[in-house]
C-alpha cells in the first residue's frame, strides 16, 4: 500500500492516544476498597492486565461481590475523579489535527464505555469534530481482538480496508485489524510494549503517535 492510497486511519485509545493506566487502576482500587472492604488484587495494578477486559468480567473474576454494584462504584469514580490522571501521549492532539489537515479520515474504535471515553477525550483537549467516528463498547457486544468493532468504524467512516490502518497498542488490536483487513500498526510506547507486539507481526512499529505522519505520509491525492 502506498502512502497516497492511505484514506483513513482509526485508533485505539487507552495506550494509544492517551495514557489512563493510573486513573484506570484508581477507579477499580476504589471499587473494591469502597464496595468490598479489600485492597486491589495485586495482579491488577498493572494497567495493561485491565485493558481488553470489560469492568464486569474483571469483578466477575476478581471478586466474589455483586459485579454490577462494583461496576457502578468502578464507574462513578472513574467519572467523578479518576479520569482527571489521564493525559495524552505526547503529539497525539497535533497528530490528529495534522492527519486532518491532510484530508485523512480519523477516527476511534476502542472497547471502552463511552461515558468514560469522551471524558477523557474532552480532558485531554481532543476534539471529537476531528473524529469521522467513534466505536465504543456501546456500539458493539463484539469486541477486539473480534474484527467486528473495526469494521463497524470503517463503515461509519464511509471508509474500505484497502486504504485504512488501525493503531493500537495491544494484541488484540493488532488481530482485529488483520481480520477486518486493514492495515496495522503497533504502538509500541503503549501499554503492552513492542515485545508484545512483534509476535503479531503489525505491518509498522511506532514509538510515538506521531509517526503516523512520517512513516504513513497521507496526503490529499
Same mark, same amino acid.
Not at 466474589?64 to 461496576?71: N, S
Not at 492495515?183 to 501499554?191: E, L, S
Not at 512520517?214 to 497521507?218: A, C, G, H
Given at each position: 500500500?502506498?502512502?497516497?492510497?492511505?484514506?483513513?486511519?482509526?485508533?485505539?485509545?487507552?495506550?494509544?492516544?492517551?495514557?489512563?493506566?493510573?486513573?484506570?487502576?484508581?477507579?477499580y482500587r476504589h471499587a473494591f476498597e469502597h464496595g468490598r472492604?479489600?485492597?486491589?488484587?495485586? !495482579?491488577?495494578?498493572? /494497567?495493561?492486565? +485491565?485493558?481488553?477486559? $470489560?469492568?464486569?468480567?474483571?469483578?466477575?473474576?476478581w471478586s466474589?461481590?455483586?459485579?454490577?454494584?462494583?461496576?457502578a462504584l468502578y464507574s462513578e469514580h472513574y467519572l467523578d475523579t479518576a479520569h482527571r490522571q489521564v493525559v495524552a501521549y505526547p503529539a497525539a492532539v497535533r497528530t490528529l489535527e495534522e492527519l486532518d489537515r491532510r484530508g485523512v479520515v480519523t477516527g476511534i474504535v476502542t472497547n471502552k464505555s463511552r461515558s468514560r471515553m469522551l471524558l477523557d477525550l474532552e480532558w485531554v483537549g481532543i476534539d471529537t469534530s476531528l473524529l469521522r467516528c467513534i466505536i465504543?463498547?456501546?456500539?458493539?457486544?463484539?469486541?477486539? !481482538?473480534?474484527?467486528? /468493532?473495526?469494521? +463497524?468504524?470503517?463503515? $461509519?467512516?464511509?471508509?474500505?480496508?484497502?486504504?485504512?490502518?488501525?493503531?493500537?497498542?495491544?494484541?488484540?488490536d493488532v488481530l482485529a485489524g488483520r481480520a477486518a483487513?486493514?492495515?496495522?500498526?503497533?504502538?509500541?510506547?503503549?501499554?503492552?510494549?513492542?515485545?508484545?507486539?512483534?509476535?503479531?507481526?503489525?505491518?509498522?512499529m511506532l514509538d510515538g503517535p506521531e509517526d503516523v505522519l512520517?512513516?504513513?505520509?497521507?496526503s490529499r491525492d
Open positions: 500500500m502506498t502512502a497516497s492510497r492511505t484514506r483513513g486511519v482509526l485508533f485505539d485509545l487507552d495506550g494509544t492516544l492517551i495514557d489512563s493506566g493510573r486513573a484506570i487502576v484508581a477507579a472492604g479489600v485492597p486491589l488484587p495485586a !495482579p491488577l495494578e498493572d /494497567p495493561h492486565v +485491565l485493558m481488553a477486559p $470489560r469492568p464486569h468480567e474483571i469483578f466477575t473474576t466474589d461481590g455483586d459485579a454490577d454494584e462494583l461496576v465504543t463498547a456501546d456500539d458493539s457486544v463484539e469486541r477486539k !481482538p473480534d474484527p467486528t /468493532p473495526v469494521l +463497524l468504524g470503517l463503515s $461509519r467512516a464511509g471508509l474500505v480496508p484497502e486504504s485504512s490502518w488501525y493503531v493500537g497498542d495491544g494484541p488484540q483487513g486493514v492495515r496495522t500498526a503497533g504502538a509500541g510506547y503503549g501499554y503492552y510494549g513492542a515485545a508484545a507486539l512483534e509476535p503479531h507481526r503489525p505491518d509498522l512520517s512513516v504513513l505520509s497521507p
